[in-house]
């Protein structure tokens, strides 16, 4: 094993492959603290040939390879086992911008480059890169893309997946593969980068990315509006999107009960109590002023609307903002919390949310239910407290509201990991809810892709 | 033989299940006439269950399946080979709308409908379904899935691999892969359906889909406009980009020799002659006059434009239209052409006509070049005649064209089937130029799902 370990720092350099017990520690514990892992390794290439290289020597020794970006996984993804022979390739240090083509619309990033970074080097150029997310400081755009990272913007600009033109992957025998198009349109042959965006790096190894760029917005209009049910939210969102098309970038929905968590640790920050609060905003190009006038225009002839704060300012708008982004760190301070990543049709939210909200009830006679998020796209967080009294033993109860929440989840044809990844917190319910043709595909790919099966193993595929 | 016949006549009926000559005619030609198939028989199943029941009665008989949809495709992908012992399946009779979603924006439809029926469809409900192609009124939704469909509007929503939400798949088993999500984020496991879209049905057969819809626009603005080169057209992109962002729906280039040759057969039509004619639409929701007034204070400030002509009516708009759908159809009139349908990053479409001509016309001194196409996602239509004089013998030139045109394509990292896929036509083009990591990959794939390599055997997987 050691002259194994001293193999891999040739390739990367000594100072480069850390084992030391502090050295290593950043690396071995998720985002969450829920899992801990002893590496035989964490190797810190610096380009694409030294990634390329330790996986062809990890797979002639059969050594198993744990990818890591930002290490901001909620699932575990990214952590490696408790065996002591798993090789963390940490990809900080592969972090160059390649090339940005302002015509082509197209950005060409290093995998370790952060989420902010690519975000700046788009702005740099005059464009946006859209993909925006609580994490966006540390997170990488390799795991971004490993897990088909979603957000703040996908109701306009769509998933990871679909800001993706191409990739540059090491394959699990250390073959480069390279799949760096920036064509918006390509028939010749399957899409195989398709492969590796969502699969968690246990297909392949992300090293590069071409990605989509849009122009800059230059104006932006944000509200705060009061709705008195999931119903009527919903209405919102279709008459919006009649309105306004694909200038509603973003519609997000906040349960009374939020309101009333968020009020209670910032007293007179929230403007209203009402059923639902919609954080609403629409971006677009030309004067800011017409955007706005649209907006008030719209506002003044809506209906179900009961209440609404539109932002006048940039300050304004950003603590319209700030009551959402404030909604995890605030629920932490409440106390534990057993927290979903669920996905419906948004068509489905209202009675999602009635059938589900009941269910709970009745198994846990006051539970409290945080439910808030993209509710354009169909994506709720919906956190569960109080199944006994006090939040007493919490967890004890969690594989049973799972099975309550995802049963309501699936009856709806949705998803219990919209945009966080499956990781090693999910595989066992992803093994009962999903299709299993689909899982039996899945493995049969997973099989003839990686066959010795040392691509990030002990997750779910 | 004749056993096997009446065994699948019993899953679909007699009746759809032809194998007399004039009968299995219709399916057997491809569109443009290049390929000619004898297949064991033709089925006409009508549901999804009798589609199962065909694959699998054939993966035991180890009977090859020729997936077909309304036989539109221009390289040969939906002809059955010439060994009388591949069954063609064919889907026009599974055509029912299974359900529109307008609030969750999402329309589920079997296979067979007619791309056509699909825009219908989505219509009658408020809603847009924006693939737009030229043979619409019968190509099918299952084959614009199999190839991964563009045309005229994938600048502003995508190709069908963008607009696809969900898929229900018949494995090659005989399995009913049901991945039917109407979903916008899903990180639960791999997005199994990408493998099946632009897989030509060498993977499985697509028999319905759930796809996106659109909030209707309710303003156009179009126009035809003259640039004095290629990088003018270009940098004209770039402008009306950040000018309108998503607004720019339609983005066409035509050459000065495309313009000749409508004149040619449609004297006093064509509004005016430079080296670029660009075919741009908006669209947006709102008043048409307020998307039309800001198109014209745009046009009045452009830079670069030579000339134009702004439609003021929907008559105006179609014969501006016109022009452009009618050059197919002009070239055809004209004589034969060596076509192709590349793409390269619309950056690099001056470069690209720059280096290629020059190369043709030293290759072949005289040859005529009608270029046109969807410039805003790069992807020309680029078609060689004129090789020798008269035009004479011009398919004795094709490899040695082919050679030229995709070696540049290929320096510009772009591809050689941008749209129409690769089918029978393409395949030994592909093998050369197509990243080998990227073939591998390819095949490994084809091996896992379909390892008796009865599914569309005989095209390029």
Redesign the interface.
């Known amino acids: 094993m050691t002259d194994l370990v001293s193999r891999l720092a040739a390739i990367v350099g000594a100072a480069n492959l850390l084992s030391a017990e502090h050295d290593v520690a950043p690396f071995v514990t998720d985002y969450r603290g829920r899992y801990h892992g002893r590496p035989l390794a964490v190797a810190l290439p610096a380009s694409t040939a030294e990634v390329a290289a330790l996986v062809r020597l990890c797979a002639a020794e059969n050594i198993a390879i744990v990818p890591q970006g930002g290490n901001t996984s909620t699932c575990g993804a990214a952590t490696p086992d408790g065996s002591g022979r798993q090789l963390v390739i940490a990809l900080r240090r592969l972090n160059r911008l390649r090339a940005v083509?302002?015509?082509?619309?197209?950005i060409t990033v290093e995998a370790g480059m952060t989420l902010a970074a690519v975000q700046q080097a788009a702005a740099d150029a005059g464009c946006l890169f859209p993909l925006s997310l609580a994490s966006e400081g540390s997170c990488q755009i390799g795991g971004n893309l490993a897990?088909?990272a979603?957000g703040l913007a996908?109701?306009r600009y769509?998933?990871m997946?679909?800001l993706a033109l191409g990739l540059e992957v090491v394959?699990p025998d250390g073959?480069?593969?390279?799949?760096?198009?920036?064509?918006?349109?390509?028939?010749?042959?399957?899409?195989?980068k398709?492969?590796f965006?969502?699969?968690e790096g246990q297909l392949g190894l992300i090293t590069a990315a071409t990605l989509k760029l849009?122009?800059q917005?230059s104006a932006r209009a944000t509200a705060m509006l009061a709705v008195g049910s999931a119903e009527q939210a919903?209405?919102t969102?279709?008459a919006l999107?009649?309105?306004?098309?694909?200038?509603l970038t973003t519609f997000e929905m906040m349960s009374e009960a939020c309101q009333r968590l968020l009020d209670k640790y910032q007293p007179g920050k929230v403007p209203f109590f009402s059923p639902w609060a919609l954080l609403v905003e629409l971006s677009?190009?030309?004067a800011p002023a017409t955007l706005q006038a649209?907006f008030e225009n719209w506002l003044a002839h809506a209906a179900n609307l009961l209440d609404g704060v539109l932002a006048h300012s940039e300050a304004e708008r950003t603590r319209l903002w700030q009551l959402r982004e404030d909604m995890s760190e605030t629920q932490k301070r409440d106390g534990a919390s057993i927290k979903h990543d669920i996905?419906?049709?948004?068509?489905?939210i209202p009675a999602f949310l009635a059938e589900c909200d009941a269910a709970l009830q009745a198994a846990f006679p006051g539970v409290r239910i945080i439910a808030f998020g993209?509710a354009g796209?169909?994506?709720l967080h919906y956190n569960i407290s109080y199944t006994r009294p006090g939040n007493a033993a919490l967890f004890d109860d969690e594989d049973a509201v799972n099975a309550i929440v995802y049963e309501h989840v699936y009856r709806h044809?949705?998803?219990?990991?919209?945009?966080?990844?499956?990781g090693q917190l999910?595989g066992h319910w992803?093994a009962r809810?999903?299709?299993p043709?689909?899982?039996?595909?899945?493995r049969?790919?997973k099989?003839?892709?990686d066959p010795q099966g040392i691509m990030n193993p002990g997750k779910?595929?």
Chains 1, 2 share one sequence.
């Open positions: 083509d302002v015509p082509g619309r197209a897990t088909n979603g996908v109701l769509g998933t997946r679909e394959l073959t480069v593969l390279d799949a760096l198009s920036s064509l918006r349109k390509d028939t010749s042959g399957l899409d195989v398709q492969l965006i969502g699969a849009y122009p917005p919903i209405a969102l279709t999107q009649d309105a306004f098309g694909d200038r677009d190009s030309g649209a996905g419906v049709p948004s068509s489905a993209h796209d169909g994506n044809r949705g998803t219990l990991a919209a945009e966080h990844g499956v999910k992803l809810y999903k299709d043709a689909a899982l039996a595909l899945m049969s790919v099989r003839a892709i779910w595929l």
